[in-house]
């Protein structure tokens, strides 16, 4: 890409062969297993690379299972070094499959079932209005904001508010005054509005007010250990921070009215949330919506146990019920009032739909989260797979697209929808 261009468009520098910066793990790769072509396999690892190539992504991972087996597992350019502002000096570091990246809001989609767990163990209805658990989140006219409420972003506290210290982020009780002196915008969750980093503090004080214990170790006790995560915990140990990839902001420059709507969503302007991302302080911190890192192997593992019914390795993590409550569609195809995109959500997932949807053609029952608009984390039972796309940069709108679009929309044409799956799901 032409250098006045790379500068316009904040990409970083990609080489005429990729293969210098490509790293595919074949070993944890079984196409064989399951009877796929392998040019199934290489025509979505060329629409990576068609990604990669547009300059938005320093740093990608994927990992692709189908019928449970992984049939792709890689990663391509760097972890740190390559950014478009980088200095030409620093090195630049390799990314692996090995690498964890923050997940961002794909975060949201762990937090929700951690939740729905509760439930399961009779430890919170989900119907109960918040105050019940935690009786200072009442004020305001916030008595009978639920638990669900807050789960499908129908709370009606969408944003933290305006021109608050963005420190307040790792200031856990700080948040939680916030939060409880808040005014909802409404109550009676009629509408439809992402609650981009609020809501995941409200399920976190639940949480722990009804176990006693903190949101990390339920996570490591429920959920991490028994699936074998090497990562996968809010936020990163300081003596770990050294391997979490670098988060880079790439793409044009949001203008209005775009730019009001990334700022109404995430709390700031785009350079202000790749500084805040980078910052030690919110890489170590707890923030459930949002700063849950791993790898895209751990995430594609979460949503394969979800596939297979709670069950991982034949370890049961939750029930069938529990799982299919999670991903039950609630209320209809509305237009969010924070992203001002129509969307489906279920208690805690982005859903697919017909003929189109998030997740591609024909992506009725397909279930999952995306992570600052690129990271596309998510399952689909109707085709057997579970797919995620992890990487570094967070371009909003851009020369981009098409090819994030030409990714997921290979994914569908590779991987069909299985008809007696669909029998089945819509027997259900």
Not at 90 to 104: H, K, N, Q, V, W
Not at 363 to 376: D, P, Q
Not at 413 to 422: I, M
Request: a positive charge; aromatic letters at 8%.
């Amino acid at each position: 890409m032409h250098s006045l261009a790379r500068r316009a468009l904040h990409t970083c520098d990609i080489p005429e062969d990729l293969t210098s910066v490509t790293f595919r793990n074949r070993d944890t790769e079984h196409p064989d297993r399951v009877g796929l072509p392998q040019d199934a396999v290489e025509s979505v690892w060329r629409s990576v690379e068609g990604l990669y190539r547009t300059g938005v992504h320093p740093g990608i991972q994927l990992s692709l299972r189908y019928r449970g087996e992984q049939v792709l597992h890689g990663a391509m350019g760097h972890t740190r070094g390559n950014g478009p502002h980088d200095p030409a000096a620093l090195p630049r570091l390799p990314m692996t499959t090995e690498t964890p990246i923050c997940y961002f809001s794909a975060s949201k989609a762990v937090t929700a079932l951690l939740m729905h767990m509760l439930a399961e163990q009779g430890l919170v209805n989900l119907m109960d209005p918040v105050s019940y658990y935690c009786p200072e989140f009442a004020k305001n006219g916030k008595r009978t904001i639920t638990v669900h409420q807050i789960l499908s972003h129908r709370g009606g506290i969408p944003a933290i508010p305006r021109e608050t210290p963005i420190d307040v982020l790792w200031e856990r009780d700080e948040i939680w005054r916030l939060l409880c002196a808040a005014k909802p915008v409404e109550v009676d969750g009629a509408k439809v509005a992402y609650h981009a980093i609020t809501g995941g503090f409200v399920l976190q004080r639940v949480l722990e007010k009804v176990t006693g214990d903190t949101i990390e170790n339920y996570l490591d006790r429920y959920l991490r250990k028994p699936m074998g995560m090497k990562w996968f915990t809010y936020g990163i140990a300081p003596e770990k921070l050294h391997e979490l990839a670098t988060n880079y902001a790439t793409g044009p420059t949001p203008m209005f009215p775009l730019s009001w709507i990334v700022s109404r969503a995430l709390g700031g302007d785009i350079r202000t949330v790749e500084k805040v991302t980078n910052d030690p302080r919110f890489q170590e911190a707890v923030i459930p919506a949002g700063n849950l890192c791993g790898t895209a192997e751990e995430m594609g593992r979460f949503f394969q146990m979800m596939l297979n019914g709670g069950v991982w390795n034949g370890q049961r993590i939750c029930s069938e019920l529990t799982v299919r409550r999670a991903i039950h569609q609630f209320g209809s195809l509305q237009i969010d009032r924070t992203m001002m995109i129509p969307m489906r959500f279920s208690a805690g997932m982005m859903l697919g739909g017909n003929p189109v949807g998030l997740w591609g053609q024909q992506s009725r029952y397909a279930f999952g989260h995306v992570g600052l608009i690129n990271k596309l984390c998510w399952a689909d039972p109707a085709r057997d797979i579970s797919v995620s796309l992890l990487n570094t940069g967070f371009p909003i709108v851009g020369h981009h697209l098409p090819a994030l679009a030409r990714f997921v929309y290979t994914v569908c044409r590779q991987f069909p929808v299985l008809p007696e799956n669909k029998r089945r799901l819509v027997a259900a």
